[in-house]
């Protein structure tokens, strides 16, 4: 890890690309449930026909605003934080909070199963931490 | 009805996890080389954009975010976000044997325990199933 970087520093950096993340993974996964099987979509009316239904969802649009900012800040953060740290445990944080905006949001059956998955990812993050 | 994965979707998640863990390994080594960037000066991140290994790191990840998309519209958030942890240890051995950066028996731990978690997550169904509302096609 880079000398000059704080702990806090490192963990407000890695917390803000999960943060957006989240808010872009549930907008995006929201609206492709809307959209419905992209492999059907493309079978029916071709790749541009898919691409089009895509981009023409604004809660896509909405979704991929929240992983532009999510990239820019893990651009941000890679500059400063060691890639094994900060890529896997803002991805696993993502992953965490994920879990239950599914639930939340999506209505996902997060059962024991993903549940317990969560879990030991969270435990990963800690570990990975150390 | 079970939701199972056909090869050809297997292949897209394979896509979905190489790709994402690749391209943060060749945008962590581009940013080694611009070198650290402060709030001061944000405008930094745009000469970001014109090293080599930041622009390959880019289109690594549109590759991901296409593939990603894909397995979205057939599957749950919380089954493929799972999956794709594997690229984890991807992202681990790369930046050991390339990067040269040192992991600790914690993080190996760390790992491991990440990689326990998506066992569990890959045995299950693929797709929550809503039983309320029919698809449009088949209101006809």
Known sequence: MNAATSTFETWATIVTVAATAIAGDILTAGAMRRIGDLDLIRAQSGLAGAIKAVVSSPMFLLGVLSMALSFFSLLFTLSKVDVSLAAPASASLTFIGNAAAAKLFLHENVDKRRWLAAIFVCAGVVLLSR | ?140
């Open chain 2, 1 to 140: 009805m079970k939701h199972t994965l056909t090869p050809q979707r297997y292949l897209i998640l394979l896509a979905v996890m190489l790709t994402a863990s690749i391209g943060d390994t060749l945008l962590s080594h581009g940013m080694g080389q611009v070198g650290p960037i402060s709030f001061a000066h944000l405008g930094l991140l745009f000469l970001a954009l014109r090293n080599p290994w930041v622009i390959s790191g880019i289109l690594l990840l549109l590759g991901f975010f296409a593939s990603y998309l894909t397995a979205l519209s057939w599957a749950d958030l919380t089954f493929v976000l799972p999956s794709t942890a594997f690229g984890y240890v991807v992202v681990a051995l790369l930046s050991r044997f390339w990067l040269h950066e040192h992991i600790s028996l914690y993080r190996w731990l760390g790992i491991i325990l990440i990689v326990c978690g998506v066992g569990f997550v890959a045995n299950g169904p693929s797709l929550t199933e809503h039983p309320a509302p029919k698809p449009e096609g088949a209101a006809k």
